[in-house]
């Protein structure tokens, strides 16, 4: 058990003691017995101090992410549009057959997608401080001036895409709004507020607010249980929204950069000669499906990992891990036990490992630490699990990454077209970045962690 500061628990035995000073029927002196007094004591568990492990900042992270949707967009189009220009008597002078992209298509998706790293420069870059100063209203000027030519961009490109397709093609673009709804409902304020879109930073203790109202997530060292369990439900719903921010995002750069051209695949295309619209059939353009469809996978693996790890770095992991030690966690007792003691569960206590306690929901026996949890409830539960162990987090993400670089490796040996080992190539490139950032969390997780791991396994 790791050591610290013992506090005696509050210990709520009104019963006991009126059983002391005497009962006033059978049916108290039989509860009483089986009620025992708190001998031991609640430990202040001790935290590892972890040392400053450096993290992409949110615009360079955009960026990458970025990057990473557009060359996923041109192996796709690589994909469904490759040529076979080197045959002898081959009609086609490049890899490409270039004329067949819808080139509006193209740049609908691409300003679609830098919503993030543009409205990431908007909120972070200021340029100074003062507003009296020349070059904050420069960069206030700029950030205007991008965010109006992005909106007409989009508008018009927008437009072009709706004029060339059919109105059943175009609902493929707003098939999204039905994940974004299932996950957010009908709140707009994950698509903007700076505290839901991108991490909050995380502190060892609490700091005071600085003028511009910073959020700051820190951990509260306490043995009051009410205070942790609000703690815990506060750091829920903020671990939720990150997860929810990752699928989300993962999956609008896996659909709109690799499935969207798919869906648009040659059914409306621009004649470069005559410069008119031509309808051709669907069956005019052959491409491996299972090659395209496993791309638009991997694709979406890749972006999960890569935003799963900018979500959920190790300062961040070690804050809920911290909150777990003080939450504990309750295991029901099946079968009966009429004759074991116990003790009336109250949520003012902060139980000790090993204890006995009646809750309206059965008996419960206490486990961890020290234990805040309520008796019977399956997040506390969940947190527990998941946080309680540093590294269990870490290593299920470095698991999930080394299978799917050990598959794209597998892939990439395996093959013999051309564009398919410059598709594997680049993305899994990608992926040895999120690898390599694992693999030194999780080294010095393993480091810090070594003392308290080994108390625990005592």
């Known amino acids: 058990m790791p050591s610290g500061r013992r506090i005696l628990s509050r210990i ?8 002391s000073k005497g009962g006033n029927g059978s049916h108290t002196e039989d509860r009483d017995t089986n009620m025992v007094p708190l001998a031991q004591m609640a430990v202040l568990p001790k935290h590892c101090h972890l040392p400053e492990i450096p993290s992409d900042p949110n615009m360079s992270f955009e960026a990458m992410l970025y990057f990473f949707g557009v060359i996923a967009m041109g192996l796709q189009y690589i994909n469904l549009y490759r040529t076979v220009w080197w045959l002898p008597h081959s009609h086609a002078n490049y890899a490409l057959n270039f004329y067949l992209i819808d080139v509006y298509l193209v740049l609908f998706l691409c300003i679609l997608m830098s919503r993030r790293i543009v409205w990431c420069f908007v909120q972070e870059v200021y340029g100074s401080r003062f507003s009296k100063s020349v070059l904050f209203w420069v960069v206030q000027f700029l950030k205007g ?20 397709h059919s109105a059943l093609y175009c609902l493929f673009l707003s098939c999204p709004v039905i994940t974004y709804v299932f996950l957010f409902g009908p709140s707009i304020k994950p698509l903007y507020h700076r505290c839901l879109v991108w991490p909050t930073s995380v502190c060892d ?8 109202e910073e959020v700051i997530l820190f951990h509260n060292c306490v043995l009051t249980p009410d205070v942790i369990r609000s703690e815990v439900e506060y750091f829920k719903l903020d671990f939720n929204n990150r997860i929810k921010q990752v699928l989300f995002n993962s999956l609008l750069t896996a659909y709109y950069m690799t499935f969207v051209p798919l869906c648009f695949a040659q059914t409306h295309l621009n004649n470069p000669k005559t410069g008119c619209i031509l309808i051709c059939k669907k069956n005019t353009l052959y491409y491996d499906t299972w090659w395209v469809g496993q791309h638009v996978v991997v694709t979406w693996l890749s972006a999960f990992l890569m935003l799963i790890v900018h979500y959920l770095p190790p300062k961040y992991l070690d804050l809920l891990h911290r909150t777990a030690l003080h939450l504990g966690r309750w295991q029901k007792v099946e079968g009966r036990h009429a004759h074991v003691p116990y003790n009336a569960w109250s949520e003012l206590t902060v139980w000790p490992p090993g204890a006995l306690v009646k809750h309206v929901k059965g008996l419960f026996k206490a486990e961890g630490i020290n234990v805040t949890a309520e008796p019977g409830n399956g997040m506390h539960g969940r947190f527990f699990f998941l946080f309680h162990q540093p590294m269990r987090v870490v290593n299920w993400l470095l698991i999930l990454t080394w299978l799917l670089v050990g598959y794209q490796f597998f892939c990439l040996i395996q093959s013999t077209e051309w564009n398919h080992i410059v598709c594997i190539a680049l993305v899994l490139f ?4 999120t690898l390599f950032k694992l693999l030194r969390d999780r080294i010095i997780l393993a480091k810090a962690y070594k003392e308290e791991l080994s108390e625990d396994d005592r």
């Open 12 to 19: 709520q035995s009104n019963s006991y003691n009126s059983s």
């Open 145 to 164: 001036a991008l965010l109006g030519s992005i909106a007409l961009g989009l508008v018009y490109t927008a437009y072009m895409v709706v004029a060339n």
């Open 205 to 212: 203790r609490p700091r005071h607010k600085k003028e511009e």
């Open 430 to 433: 990608c992926n040895y970045y």
